[in-house]
Nanobody
């Protein structure tokens, strides 16, 4: 049974940092690209960042470039999202999702999803 479990969310002041983790079980993470997606109530899901199986190919949505950094440790079956210089508009539930092959901007093609972790940026 495949499980993705996100952790690391919380409440942080504007300008602060958080590091999210996505731990996988039931699959060999080496074979899967991982994307981070966020969603706020009433809005569509937004792809934030994606990392290839090897970690050599990385994509970011424009609004987080230069502030967020994605990485992976395949030996630990874990992908991370380091979020710096957080802004109130980063407030959302953050999900990780996995699919074999290559990163895609079409979120419906991802096979496995975590339950999400809440990130709130507020003073």
């Amino acid at each position: 049974q495949v499980q993705l479990v996100e952790s690391g969310g919380g409440l942080v002041q504007p300008g602060g940092s958080l590091k999210l983790s996505c731990a996988a079980s039931g699959l060999r993470m080496n074979d899967y690209v991982i994307t981070w997606v966020r969603q706020t109530p009433g809005k569509e899901r937004e792809g934030v960042s994606c990392i290839s199986t090897t970690g050599f190919s990385i994509d970011y949505t424009v609004s987080v470039k230069g502030r967020f950094s994605i990485s992976r440790d395949n030996a630990k079956n874990t992908v991370y999202l380091q979020m710096n210089s957080l802004k109130p508009e980063d407030t959302a539930v953050y999900y990780c999702a996995a699919r074999p092959g290559v990163c895609s901007g079409h979120l419906g093609v991802y096979d496995y999803w975590g339950q999400g972790t809440q990130v709130t940026v507020s003073s």
